[in-house]
């Protein structure tokens, strides 16, 4: 009974910034490391950046520099700051948290679509 739901995506021309947002809410005793993924047509899922409990962060090498991720533990939120967006980070984006319940274990939202182009 965990529900992860992102918001945030949509149509921006190259160049431009969007600002995604994902909130857990359910059974939640607690979540351990948050991320996000995304998913371009004909690739498979790639990480794009992670955050742990404490705040410490990492990037993938294609979004270093121009994304930055963050979260609010006390909203069971994580957010993705992305800037100067190139067409290549078309994808739908997807949200994933570690939520301790009775067990650990990794879920993940439905997707929010951010398409780049112009």
């Known amino acids: 009974q965990v529900q992860l739901v992102e918001s945030g995506g949509g149509l921006v021309q190259p160049g431009g910034s969007l600002r995604l947002s994902c909130a857990a809410s359910?059974?939640?005793?607690?979540?351990?490391?948050m991320g996000w993924y995304r998913q371009a047509p004909g690739e498979q899922r790639e990480l794009v950046a992670t955050i742990t409990s404490g705040g410490s962060t990492n990037y993938a090498d294609s979004v270093k520099g121009r994304f930055t991720i963050s979260r609010d533990n006390a909203k069971n939120a994580v957010y993705l700051q992305m800037n100067s967006l190139k067409p290549e980070d078309t994808a739908v984006y997807y949200c994933?948290?570690?939520?301790?319940?009775?067990?650990?274990?990794?879920?993940w939202g439905q997707g929010t679509q951010v398409t780049v182009s112009s």
């Open positions: 994933n948290a570690a939520v301790v319940t009775g067990w650990i274990r990794p879920y």
């Open positions: 359910g059974s939640i005793f607690s979540i351990n490391a």
